[in-house]
């Protein structure tokens, strides 16, 4: 084989990956942005419309900031939990005196793997206002004398939301703890021990800063994914304890809508605007990737 002929084996053995991302990826991509320039309802013609989508997603009607506000609080209250609680589950798992360690850590992972759909409905089901287990359990305790309607307050949703996250997602992160302790060489820790240090004192001035690289890669991956979420309050504030209040987008005030709901109901729900939902796609990827950019160049400081 020549050399010119042997030049093209690579783009050969490619080319199945590289039209199956043209197919899927690159093509609808683009198109999805051409989309985000029209007014189109999916049936009736596209109407180009310029920058008309971009521009209303600063106008109160199309929810944009509110989903956005909503998103980042529920990743600034969850994120910080999950750390903690992962870290500290973590270090009980890593030390010598935990029996049954690949037990408790299957116990506390099962939570992650468990299908978003299912535990927004378990949560339904557990918040229910008139059958919940929640309120039974309140009222037969003598603590609540009728049932509370947890997601018809937008307090009460937005802990609950909070609470599903976290139960969900603290298992990812003492899963990545796990092995960022297990690459900690243990000769530090017992010199430190045989210097005079105390546990604590071994933990906040070897552990922690020798897993920073672990802790940044969890609080850019849970942004991401914080930024993503949309199964779980949908199920939650759309099951059967919400009552009649489950026609509200959001739950009560919208308290609860996040940034890709918000794109979802614009673009296949209520109002079939696939313009603007295209238009609501592209805001969020810009935003993932400012946080994605600001995570790597934190990363990379620390690195250097």
Not at 24 to 31: D, R, V
Not at 113 to 122: E, F, H, K, S, W
Not at 258 to 280: E, H, P, Q
Request: proline share 4%.
């Amino acid at each position: 084989m020549d050399t010119a002929k042997r030049k093209w084996v690579p783009y050969f053995f490619l080319s199945p990956y590289l039209l199956f991302y043209m197919a899927f990826g690159l093509i609808p991509i683009i198109f999805s942005f051409y989309v985000s320039l029209t007014s189109w309802d999916g049936i009736s013609g596209k109407k180009f419309v310029g920058l008309a989508n971009y521009k209303f997603l600063f106008n109160g009607d199309s929810y944009f900031f509110k989903s956005i506000g909503n998103t980042l609080l529920f990743i600034v209250m969850t994120l910080p939990l999950q750390l903690i609680f992962g870290l500290l589950i973590a270090t009980l798992l890593y030390s010598q005196y935990v029996k049954w360690r690949a037990f408790f850590q299957l116990i506390n992972f099962l939570p992650y793997i468990v299908t978003p759909v299912a535990v927004g409905l378990m949560f339904n089901l557990l918040f229910d206002w008139q059958a919940g287990f929640v309120n039974k359990v309140l009222i037969h305790l003598g603590i609540i004398d009728e049932g509370i309607y947890w997601l018809g307050d937008p307090v009460y949703a937005r802990l609950i939301i909070v609470l599903m996250m976290f139960w969900k997602g603290f298992g990812y992160t003492m899963i990545f703890f796990l092995a960022g302790l297990a690459n900690i060489p243990k000769d530090l820790n017992e010199a430190a021990q045989v210097d005079g240090a105390s546990g604590f004192r071994n933990f906040w001035s070897i552990t922690l800063p020798l897993l920073r690289p672990v802790i940044t890669f969890i609080v850019i991956t849970g942004i991401i994914g914080g930024f993503q979420l949309l199964e779980e309050p949908m199920l939650l504030l759309g099951g059967a304890g919400m009552g009649s209040s489950s026609a509200v987008i959001g739950g009560p005030d919208r308290c609860c809508l996040t940034t890709v709901w918000n794109m979802y109901d614009t673009a296949y729900g209520s109002t079939t605007r696939y313009g603007l939902g295209a238009a609501i796609a592209y805001g969020l990827c810009v935003i993932i990737a400012v946080f994605s950019f600001i995570g790597v160049k934190f990363q990379k400081g620390e690195q250097e």
